[in-house]
C-alpha cells in the first residue's frame, strides 16, 4: 500500500517489545523543526523512555488543511531532524481511518497491551486541549507527559485540562515512573525551550528564515 508515494513501512505501527517504555509524539509537524526535536529530546531524557513514535499525521482536525504540506515530504523532514535511533517516525493514523487522537490511542493501546506508553504533548497545546474529541478519554488512556514551550509555561496552571484532573499530577522529579502510574496522570515538564513554530516557518517570520 503506498499513498502520496510514501514507503510503507511508515504506515504500519513500529515495532516494540514487551515491557518497553514508549513515548507517543503527535502532530502534523507541517513543517517539523528542531523546537519538535528538543521536546523529543526531553521526552527521551526525562521520562526514560525506550522508543519514542514520532507520529506524523494526516491532518489536525482543529487546523486547516490549506497550508498542510505532502505527508511524504512533513515525513522526510521529520527523518532529517530527529536522528536518534530511538525516534521511529511513522505515519501509521493515514492507515487506521481515523481522525482523532482518542482514536487513535485506542488502537495502539488494543494492539500492544504489554508496552507502557505515554503521550508527550507540549504546552502550548494544553490551552485548546480541552477541545479535542472525547480529551478526558485521552487522559484515561496513558499518562501525559507536558513539555515546556515558549509562553506556555504557566498554561498547566489554567488549562481545562489541568484543572479538570489536578488531582492526577504526578511531581517533575518523579517524571521518569510516570510510566507506572495508572491514567489519569500526569507531569509538567521544565527544561531548555525553543522559540520556532510551524505557523512562524510558514509564514516566513520564523528566526532565520527568509522569504
Known amino acids: 500500500m503506498v499513498i502520496e508515494n510514501v ?59 490549506n497550508q498542510l504540506a505532502p505527508l511524504a515530504e512533513r515525513i522526510a523532514e521529520s527523518e532529517r531532524i530527529a536522528p536518534d535511533p530511538r525516534v521511529k517516525v511513522t505515519a501509521f493514523e493515514q492507515t487506521l481511518g481515523v481522525s482523532y487522537t482518542a482514536n487513535t490511542l485506542a ?19 494544553l490551552q485548546t486541549f480541552h ?28 488549562s481545562k485540562m489541568t484543572r479538570t484532573f489536578d488531582f492526577a499530577r ?10 507506572k502510574k495508572p491514567a489519569p496522570a500526569w507531569t509538567f515538564i521544565h527544561g531548555p525551550r525553543s522559540g520556532l513554530s510551524s505557523t512562524a516557518i510558514r509564514n516566513g517570520s520564523a528566526p532565520g528564515s527568509s522569504e
Not at 132 to 149: L, S
Open 7 to 65: 514507503d510503507r513501512h511508515y504506515l504500519r505501527m513500529p515495532h516494540s517489545e514487551r515491557g518497553m517504555v514508549v513515548g507517543l509524539f503527535g502532530g502534523s509537524f507541517n513543517p517539523p523543526h528542531q523546537g519538535h526535536a528538543l521536546v523529543a529530546e526531553i521526552a527521551l531524557k526525562r521520562l526514560g523512555l525506550d522508543q519514542l513514535w514520532w507520529m506524523v499525521t494526516p491532518g489536525n482536525p482543529l487546523k486547516s488543511r
Open 107 to 125: 488502537r495502539v493501546k488494543a494492539r500492544n497491551p504489554h508496552v507502557h506508553f505515554i503521550w508527550i504533548m507540549g504546552a502550548d497545546s
Open 131 to 158: 477541545k479535542w474529541q472525547k480529551w478526558q478519554e485521552i487522559a484515561r488512556t496513558f499518562p501525559i507527559a507536558v513539555i515546556d514551550r515558549p509562553g506556555a509555561t504557566l498554561s498547566f496552571l489554567s
Open 170 to 179: 504526578v511531581d517533575e522529579d518523579d517524571a521518569r515512573v510516570l510510566w
